[in-house]
């Protein structure tokens, strides 16, 4: 009998209460009557238990009776799971795609809750990108990976599937899921959730922003010889100066050239960077608001500065990335939309699907990067285009689309603008009773941004608001939306995920600036922009990992073309990344 898809079990599982391990599940699919087994196994399991164990289904079922079937990898049984089919291809920034997973007619038939159409009508094998130019592969880490922009993505723009070029095929992997829950180390830090202190007042604002310069300012000190706004008025005039300052204008004069004026405890002092210096060409990624330490000479009068030099806080050229220790392996995803027409409700379930095949064995943390659902109110007319128009109801039924990921699975979820929270930034995460509703895998929850550290890999997760307005500031070669990664490149620079306040990002004032980058991330996963992205920043690996929401009428109307479907995939233990394609 062909096996039983992995996720239509687990699915039937959580319809009785239960979660269940890999091994559990395996086991019920290899039987030879899935459904009886199924059923024993759940009446034999004891009410207080919300987890179905390998130990559970093995007594139940008293291994090697009637229901039973033999293992087809260690005993040759002909229910053996066939080869795999691998191939690749090079997309124009030179990525290899390959397609090939045990998970192809599992997922096929998980994704579908009526009888599967005809194979022809839709492939379900998720599709495999790796960075073959050395962009974020083992091979090669590139500091300016421009060129290895996401290839999904300019396939996606062009309306075409990524190119396929065909390898061979390779026997499946028969790796077991790690369920060893000691193996495991997850922790959680920068997260404000129930610890707000902005009341909206003057001093909250002026709290943050002094929060925000000293702690950046450290970074920079280390650079410059720094003198203070006042010391640098009472100068007599000429000579070499330098300056640590947030920036509180950015004007251009008659002639050309660039006026800044930088503020810091003590005052505002204004340093100009003329037209025909090498380092004009960074006042096209100057925000307002953020940090930055300068050096160059002073006027006779001593009323100005001439810059000669200008740096961001950055990420030193010397960042060594932590690893893990073992093989082990997280997904990163974002922007699910759980409620909208356009959800791809059979991708997910293609993707939920795959993750209990031994392809991804080794895959223990799922990171999701914000909006779990489309929400309610959220932009013009949106009602039009909800499938679930009531906000708890939306989050129900993600919470059921959690059941089909696999139980053994560590879920950590931050919210998004979508989300039912604040819409200022930092969010904190979800209340308690939207966490009661979200109690699939007991997923943890934080505020947007956190930092989350999996077995000594710091990753931070920040929805990605900002984004948007890194965009529209800068020229299409520093930062744009079929390169998300390059504005995620500059957010690393400034050593802050949204330092521009009164923009298009929304900035609630807190004691601590929680937007700011303390310590240097080994990942950086981002969301909100509906693109996929990724490439090397001196050794971190910035990930905008695309959507599960097809394209909307309002996407539309703003030229958004959305990468749908996508799984980026990291192997902690070395830092190379894979994304699969399940759309």
Request: hydrophobic residues 35%.
């Amino acid at each position: 009998m062909p096996q039983e898809a992995p996720a239509r079990i687990a699915r039937e599982l959580a319809s009785h209460g239960y979660t269940a391990d890999r091994e559990a599940i395996t086991l019920l699919a290899r039987a030879d009557d899935t459904a009886t087994a199924l059923l024993v196994a759940v009446e034999a399991t004891p009410d207080d238990a919300l987890k179905l164990t390998a130990d559970d289904v093995r007594a139940a079922l008293d291994e090697g009776g009637p229901t039973a079937r033999r293992d087809p990898i260690s005993e040759g049984d002909d229910g053996a799971s066939p080869d795999d089919p691998e191939t690749t291809t090079s997309s124009a920034s030179s990525g290899a795609v390959s397609d090939g997973s045990d998970a192809g007619e599992q997922a096929q038939e998980a994704s579908q809750p009526e009888p599967v159409p005809d194979a022809a009508d839709d492939d379900p094998s998720p599709v495999e990108t790796e960075d073959g130019s050395g962009g974020v592969g083992q091979s090669g880490r590139n500091e300016h990976p421009s060129s290895s922009a996401a290839e999904p993505a300019t396939a996606a723009e062009s309306g075409g599937e990524p190119p396929v070029e065909t390898e061979g095929s390779s026997e499946a992997s028969t790796r077991e899921r790690n369920t060893d829950q000691s193996l495991r180390d997850l922790d959680i830090g920068n997260d404000m959730t129930g610890r707000s202190t902005g009341t909206g007042e003057y001093d909250d604002f002026v709290a943050t922003f002094r929060d925000r310069y000293e702690r950046l300012s450290k970074t920079l000190k280390g650079r410059v010889n720094h003198r203070n706004a006042s010391a640098l008025e009472a100068s007599p005039g000429g000579g070499e100066a330098e300056m640590v300052g947030m920036v509180s204008d950015i004007r251009s004069t008659a002639s050309g050239h660039w006026l800044i004026e930088l503020e810091d405890t003590t005052g505002v002092f204004p340093c100009m960077i003329l037209k025909d210096r090498d380092i004009a060409g960074l006042v096209d990624e100057l925000l307002y608001d953020e940090v930055v330490a300068v050096e160059g000479t002073l006027s006779d009068d001593g009323s100005i500065m001439f810059v000669d030099d200008l740096y961001f806080p950055d990420v030193p050229r010397t960042h060594e990335p932590s690893t893990a220790d073992r093989h082990v392996e997280a997904a990163l995803i974002s922007d699910v939309h759980v409620g909208s027409q356009e959800f791809m409700a059979d991708a997910w379930e293609r993707f939920a699907a795959w993750l209990h095949t031994d392809e991804a064995a080794n895959i223990e943390y799922l990171l999701i990067a914000g909006d779990m659902v489309e929400g309610v109110g959220v932009y013009p007319d949106q009602d039009e285009e909800l499938d679930i128009v009531d906000i708890f109801d939306q989050y129900e039924q993600f919470s059921e689309r959690l059941k089909s990921v696999p139980g053994d699975i560590e879920i950590v979820m931050i919210p998004g603008n979508h989300d039912a929270v604040r819409l200022a930034e930092p969010q904190p995460g979800f209340d308690e009773e939207l966490r009661s509703i979200m109690t699939a895998h007991d997923a943890q929850i934080a505020s947007n941004p956190a930092v989350v550290t999996l077995e000594g890999v710091s990753v931070l997760m920040y929805h990605g608001v900002s984004l948007d307005e890194v965009i529209a500031e800068m020229p299409d070669a520093k930062a744009s939306y079929d390169d998300p990664h390059l504005a995620m490149f500059q957010l690393l620079k400034k050593r802050h995920v949204a330092p521009q306040f009164g923009g298009h990002t929304r900035l609630a004032p807190e004691q601590q600036d929680y937007l700011v980058m303390d310590e240097v991330p080994d990942i950086f996963h981002t969301g909100h922009v509906h693109k996929l992205g990724w490439g090397q920043y001196r050794n971190v690996l910035a990930v905008n990992s695309g959507c599960w929401q097809a394209q909307t009428d309002f996407q539309k109307s703003v030229n958004i073309d959305p990468d749908a479907g996508f799984a980026p995939v990291v192997d902690l233990g070395s830092l190379d990344m894979t994304v699969h394609k399940f759309s």
